[in-house]
């Protein structure tokens, strides 16, 4: 079992920054942000996979987000700019052991955290 704990949401005005952060109890090969705005499905935001440091984003997302990793701290990151009121939503940590493939699609992976809390006034 993997425990995944979010943190960095917050309210910011729209053109800001926030960088959320996320701690898992252990290693897993692929980790993930997902989004899910009220009334709107969850959808991928980006993904980081421990081979090569491989990184995938959603296509609104490029530019503006990037995903990294800590492995020695088993922390993941997502450094959000230029946000808008249309980035807000709650912010879920991903895992996956498998890998990231196919991840930001289906949505289907093997650990997930609470969620943290982002609100972009405009």
């Known amino acids: 079992q993997v425990q995944l704990v979010e943190s960095g949401g917050g309210s910011v005005q729209a053109g800001g920054s926030l960088r959320l952060s996320c701690t898992a109890s252990?290693?897993?090969?692929?980790m993930a942000w997902f989004r899910q705005a009220p009334g709107k499905e969850r959808e991928g935001v980006a993904s980081?996979?421990?081979?090569?440091?491989?990184?995938y984003y959603a296509d609104s997302m490029k530019g503006r987000f990037t995903i990294s990793r800590d492995i020695a701290k088993n922390t993941l990151y997502l450094q959000m700019n230029s946000l808008s009121a249309e980035d807000t939503a709650m912010y879920y940590c991903?895992?996956?052991?498998?890998?990231?493939?196919?991840?930001?699609?289906?949505?289907?992976?093997?650990?997930w955290g609470q969620g943290t809390q982002v609100t972009v006034s405009p």
């Open positions: 980081i996979s421990s081979w090569r440091a491989s990184t």
């Open positions: 991903a895992a996956r052991g498998s890998g990231c493939a196919g991840l930001m699609r289906s949505g289907e992976a093997d650990y």
């Open positions: 252990t290693y897993t090969s692929c």
